[in-house]
């Protein structure tokens, strides 16, 4: 079975400080998502990412793939309280017993900025 | 334009009922896919849907069924309800099936099972 694990699990820090959300697995991915969600809301794609090493900025975030594409992270820099949030990771990879696609979340970051 | 919408917000059953959740998803987005959130943890995958067909199923039990209609709309159902079954289930679009497509997911239906 394909696990994310995701960590940490909560996060609570103050306005300004910086934070890393880190996603890994023993699985190789192929392709790999972030996501924010608010309560009530669905998830809120943030950053697709590929290719092993690759790195990704969106502003304040910035996200990195691992070399062997089982492992993600997301540093946000500087952080607001608008930031506030649940992160989730979500990996894509084929089953290669079903011949199907299928996609694993890990179980989320629930962050808070205090202002 | 309309986003994911997903009917209805909210619904009550008791254990051993049977309940279909319903999605729309975006014009022109031909994949559906469905999943299931206990509150508190990430979204579980349980189905993907391409042009009618299943393109990928999660770990979940022949109680869990769906479809895909001709507009591309999508059912999920679910029958002989456990209170494990409580959650949040998510559907998302997106216009074609490959990994690496953004999805765009609805509100969701919040299911109790009582």
């Known amino acids: 079975t394909q696990l994310l694990e995701q960590s940490p699990q909560f996060l609570s820090i103050q306005e300004g400080e910086n934070l890393t959300v880190y996603c890994n697995s023993s699985s190789v991915f192929s392709s790999l998502q972030w996501y924010r969600q608010e309560p009530g809301e669905g998830p809120v794609l943030l950053v697709t990412?590929?290719?092993?090493?690759e790195v990704k900025k969106l502003k304040r975030l910035t996200f990195q793939f691992g070399d062997a594409r089982k492992d993600s992270s997301l540093h946000i820099t500087a952080a607001q309280p608008g930031d506030t949030g649940l992160y989730l990771c979500l990996g894509a990879f084929r089953d290669l017993l079903q011949g199907a696609q299928k996609l694993v979340f890990g179980q989320g970051t629930r962050l808070t900025i205090n202002p | 334009d309309a986003g994911v919408t997903q009917s209805p917000t909210h619904l009550i059953k008791t254990r051993g009922q049977q309940v279909t959740l319903r999605c729309s998803p975006i014009s022109g987005h031909k994949s559906v896919s469905w999943y299931q959130q206990v509150l508190g943890q990430g979204p579980q995958f349980i189905f993907q849907y391409y042009e009618k067909e299943e393109r990928g199923r999660g770990n979940f039990p022949d109680r869990f069924s769906a479809r895909q209609f001709p507009n591309y709309s999508s059912e999920l159902n679910v029958n002989a309800l456990l209170l494990g079954d409580s959650a949040l289930y998510l559907c998302a679009s997106s216009y074609r099936r490959a990994t690496n497509e953004k999805l765009f997911f609805g509100s969701g239906t919040q299911l109790s099972v009582l």
């Open positions: 990412v590929v290719t092993g090493g």
